[in-house]
């Protein structure tokens, strides 16, 4: 049972999702630079219940993957795990994770932090022009996704919201969750790819060895 009574006095409220198999400093990385730039009070992980996107690869168990989470953040203090998409049945979308929030949280203004790459499908996700009116947009940069080249379709494809869609530069960390599973399938290290926890996690459950 989730209580909400410390977020309803927050401002400035950032929103990370994703599937999160497993989460990496990358993600750590752009929360973090996102709260510091935007003056975000609190930085919300959400972890994907059931990607709609992935139906023909498999996904690590929703549990298993916010247990991860909850590893990954349990040292910085303005970071905080939801579990609303794990216990929603049916495909998980981020614009009824973003009704459900606001149903609840009226009153902060939401900034949901996605990679570049992520926001350039974000047009194809279920109701993109619903999601960036219930959401301003942070598009964190990642190697070989050129920001101008980005905020160009923008322009192109939906020119009313682009005063709600934001840059935002990142230490360039090549890091992906694909690219950590394929390491691990093939025996490579991940030291200091994720967070040490996490890694352990890994290596106890034996994820991702037989991909």
């Known amino acids: 049972m989730h209580t909400y009574e410390d977020l309803k006095s927050i401002k400035y409220l950032g929103i990370m999702g994703g599937t999160f198999d497993p989460i990496h400093f990358g993600h750590l990385v752009a929360a973090e630079t996102a709260r510091v730039a935007f003056n975000l009070e609190k930085v919300l992980f959400i972890p994907t219940g059931q990607p709609p996107h992935k139906v023909d690869h498999k996904v690590t168990g929703a549990w298993e993957r916010y247990e991860m989470v909850k590893m990954a953040i349990e040292a910085n203090d303005s970071f905080r795990i939801l579990s609303l998409e794990l216990e929603r049945e049916g495909p998980s979308y981020t614009i009824d994770t973003l009704r ?71 230490p360039a960390l090549a890091i992906s969750s694909t ?33």
Request: hydrophobic share 40%.
């Open 100 to 170: 459900e929030l606001r149903g609840i949280l009226p009153d902060p203004d939401f900034y949901f932090i996605t990679g570049a790459d992520a926001l350039r499908s974000m047009l194809g996700w279920r109701e993109p022009e619903e999601i960036i009116k219930l959401t301003k947009v942070i598009s964190a940069s990642r190697p070989g996704y050129p920001l101008q080249d980005l905020f160009d379709l923008i322009d192109r494809s939906v020119p009313q919201f682009r005063d709600r869609i934001f840059q935002l530069k990142i």
């Open 179 to 211: 690219d950590i599973r394929t390491r691990v399938k093939e025996g490579l290290s991940i030291r200091y790819l994720i967070p040490d926890n996490v890694k352990n996690y890994i290596k106890e459950r034996g994820f991702y060895r037989n991909l």
